[in-house]
T-cell receptor, first 113, second 115 residues
């Protein structure tokens, strides 16, 4: 569901460390999940996606883990860089012919020098 | 990759006037377009879904007469905020989906300020 009125959770990490951002999704029947990065004043930028028939997918410096048992999604960023500072959202797509994405509440990632 | 162009990036208008925001898919045909609104430090909230050539489907609580959506072609959708008020000030973002099950591309957003 939407997170109206809530403040964004925050995560601060040292440059070079790994970051883990978590997301609890709402629909156990969702079949597709996406992580987006949003910088201030910009639209969401695709990072990585995963379909429900997988539990792990790796990209360049990023890994997404999907645990359908507990409806949990995580994004791991290796060797976090200052340019990774942004708000990160997970999004889920409902099953079958459902088309719209439902966004999680987001996490503000701050990379410390 | 797929690109969605959204204009204007920011607009200031007076209360009571109308503002039109355009969303174009530049290198693919968008069978479905979505419009979102985002308030500061909050998530994206879906306002409406539109398919080319048909009426938009609005989410609960979104006034269809206030937020007019037109999706006349496979590459263009517009959102018109009519009779804007200060509470309509927000960040509006469009998203275009191609014919596959998994292709979503977002525009860069429009910052609307109503004074």
């Amino acid at each position: 569901g939407e997170s109206v009125g809530l403040h964004l959770p925050t995560l601060s990490v040292q440059e070079g460390d790994n970051s883990i951002i978590n997301c609890a999704y709402s629909n156990s029947a969702s079949d597709y999940f996406i992580w987006y990065k949003q910088e201030s004043g910009k639209g969401p930028q695709f990072i990585i996606d995963i379909r429900s028939n997988m539990d792990k997918r790796q990209g360049q410096r990023v890994t997404v883990l999907l645990n359908k048992t507990v409806k949990h999604l995580s994004l791991q960023i290796a060797a976090t860089q200052p340019g990774d500072s942004a708000v990160y959202f997970c999004a889920e797509k409902g099953p079958g012919s459902a088309r719209q994405l439902t966004f999680g509440s987001g996490t503000q990632l701050t990379v410390l020098p | 990759g797929a690109v969605v162009s959204q204009h204007p990036s920011r607009v200031i208008c007076k209360s009571g006037t109308s503002v039109k925001i355009e969303c174009r898919s530049l290198d693919f045909q968008a069978t479905t377009m979505f419009w979102y609104r985002q308030f500061p430090k909050q998530s994206l909230m879906l306002m409406a879904t539109s398919n080319e050539g048909s009426k938009a489907t609005y989410e609960q609580g979104v006034e269809k007469d206030k937020f007019l959506i037109n999706h006349a072609s496979l590459t263009l959708s517009t959102l018109t905020v009519t009779s804007a008020h200060p509470e309509d000030s927000s960040f509006y973002i469009c998203s275009a989906k191609d014919s596959s099950n998994y292709g979503y591309t977002f525009g860069s957003g429009t910052r609307l300020t109503v004074v």
